[in-house]
């Protein structure tokens, strides 16, 4: 007799809540009662299993769960490599002195009255210079941290400017997690997913910048206290070469940028370059015990460890270049968060509670809306940004290629709230760690980050207003409103030309402007 055959349903209401409250439940849990394990990879281990026992429940076998966990991760293989080799491109800046020494530079032109908006773009450039806010923060984030004290500045407003910072420059970067998981969960190039977020974090940062320069015209200037900035300033002068071509590793990362280069060729590139200026610069500082393949590849895999200064605050800096080995907290998360959607999304708890919505979506302003607060919704229940990339993009994918609209709007959105918004909750792996290093709950520094705020807002309402889109065919509406030709961003075959022509037929209905208008 043949094997029946399994019954596969949707879970219902309850059923797709469990997993999410899970998770929700034992992080706060973690974070605010017991205080002992503050991590978020055993809670996602947890719920990964509810998430299953569930599907199970709902007729799949574990092997078709399992599947689904496979799937999501192997989507994201590229960004979990690429997270391996950040980890060189971060010791290896410290060590060519090129993070030192934008450090150094930069506090020599912070006044009282520029803090802030020099500040915030210091942060940026550092979060663009080793692909990771987590890193700015706990580097130049606490540097400033000490510099506003000495200033007078509120903390509160400081720690505001650090987070906007560090978070522009991690999602500009080619070299950040986030970054690369966005574009890889969207099926996009990661070049055409940095282009499109130029066109909504670029206004903002700006629109920021200029906030934090009028508060900053009303810092009282007789609270500065000098001495902390020099006491940073000596400490890293002593122990390293600080003349400008230690900065080539940084140009060299910004010319790979420009020219497309794949991001793991364009890694490897940054790294050899400053290994090689560390060298030739840094020998008398770094490489003490001498320069041998084994000693370079201590350095890569361990960190800088042989630079100790006596100040604080930049003995913290120089302690987070971890290496590969400091980056294996954030892949093993990157794993199981990716892994803990792909169940999600295999059992159906995501089609139950989102896929309703979805159907109802028919305007590219109300699926960009969706899409973010479904990010922020998983935030903020799933505690982890990694989630609020990854559970959205496949629930939401096919939706923007029946809108006709590029895969890189997609993986944009993504981040406007999925990154950006991370840090907001103290409950959330992001909060919780930015809370621990800049000594202040996420409530606090919250009014005062002011690119984090103001992101999804700005890319909500203009694309409600049918401008800053990127279009399947590859043309962009500007923010003027005028659509102009340009190169498709990366997508797959299939879903390409289902865009493309949704695209044609939308313009044919007048439901989207042809180019040239």
């Not at 020099?118 to 941290?145: D, P, Q, R, Y």
């Not at 500065?224 to 122990?239: H, K, R, S």
Request: hydrophobic share 50%; aromatic share 8%; with cysteine.
């Amino acid at each position: 007799m043949d094997k029946k055959e399994r019954t596969v349903r949707l879970p219902n209401l309850v059923e797709a809540w469990i997993p999410i409250v899970t998770m929700a439940g034992l992080m706060l849990y973690c974070l605010n009662v017991d205080g002992v394990y503050v991590d978020a990879h055993l809670p996602l281990v947890v719920s990964m299993c509810v998430a299953c026992v569930i599907g199970v429940l709902c007729g799949h076998t574990f092997q078709d769960m399992l599947q689904g966990m496979i799937d999501r991760v192997y989507n994201t293989l590229e960004a979990i490599l690429i997270l391996c080799t950040v980890g060189f491109l971060v010791s290896s800046f410290m060590a060519a002195g090129t993070i030192p020494a934008m450090i150094y530079y930069g506090l020599r032109l912070l006044t009282p009255k520029l803090f802030l908006p020099v500040g915030c773009i210091l942060c940026a450039v550092t979060g663009l210079a080793c692909g990771s806010s987590w890193t700015t923060t706990a580097t130049v984030g606490l540097a400033f941290v000490g510099i506003g004290a000495g200033l007078g500045i509120n903390p509160a407003l400081t720690a505001g400017m650090i987070i906007s910072g560090a978070y522009v420059g991690d999602k500009f970067s080619p070299l950040s997690d986030t970054t690369n998981l966005a574009a890889a969960v969207s099926n996009t190039g990661l070049f055409d997913h940095v282009r499109a977020m130029v066109s909504t974090t670029g206004p903002t940062f700006l629109i920021a910048l200029i906030l934090y320069a009028i508060l900053g015209i009303n810092v009282d200037a007789s609270a500065y206290d000098p001495t902390v900035a020099q006491g940073i300033e000596e400490a890293i002068a002593a122990n390293f070469n600080l003349n400008v071509l230690v900065l080539i590793p940084l140009i060299v990362v910004i010319v790979v940028c420009i020219v497309k280069v794949p991001a793991l060729p364009g890694i490897i590139l940054s790294v050899a370059c400053a290994i090689v200026v560390s060298i030739v610069f840094q020998g008398g500082h770094v490489w003490t015990d001498g320069v041998s393949i084994g000693h370079i590849f201590d350095l890569l895999h361990y960190g800088l460890s042989t630079v100790e200064t006596g100040n604080e605050v930049v003995d913290s800096i120089l302690g987070k270049a971890g290496g590969m080995d400091g980056t294996m907290w954030t892949i093993n998360l990157v794993l199981l968060a990716v892994a803990y959607g792909g169940a999600l999304e295999r059992c159906g708890c995501v089609e139950k509670l989102f896929g309703g919505l979805k159907h109802k979506l028919n305007s590219p302003g109300s699926l960009v809306t969706a899409t973010l607060l479904t990010s922020v919704f998983c935030d903020a229940t799933m505690c982890d940004q990694f989630l609020g990339i990854s559970v959205p993009a496949p629930l939401y994918a096919d939706k923007y290629d029946e809108l006709g609209l590029a895969r890189n709007t997609l993986s944009r959105t993504l981040e406007d709230a999925g990154t950006l918004w991370s840090p907001m909750f103290p409950w959330t792996g992001c909060g919780a760690y930015q809370s621990a290093i800049l000594g202040m709950s996420p409530f606090t520094y919250f009014p005062f980050a002011f690119v984090n705020l103001i992101n999804p807002i700005y890319a909500a309402i203009t694309v409600y207003l049918g401008r800053n889109i990127f279009w399947a065919d590859g043309s962009y509406t500007n923010i003027l409103g005028k659509t102009r030709a340009g190169s498709p961003a990366g997508a797959p075959e299939e879903a390409h030309k289902i865009a493309v022509a949704a695209l044609e037929e939308r313009r044919a209905k007048g439901l989207a402007p042809k180019i040239g208008q």
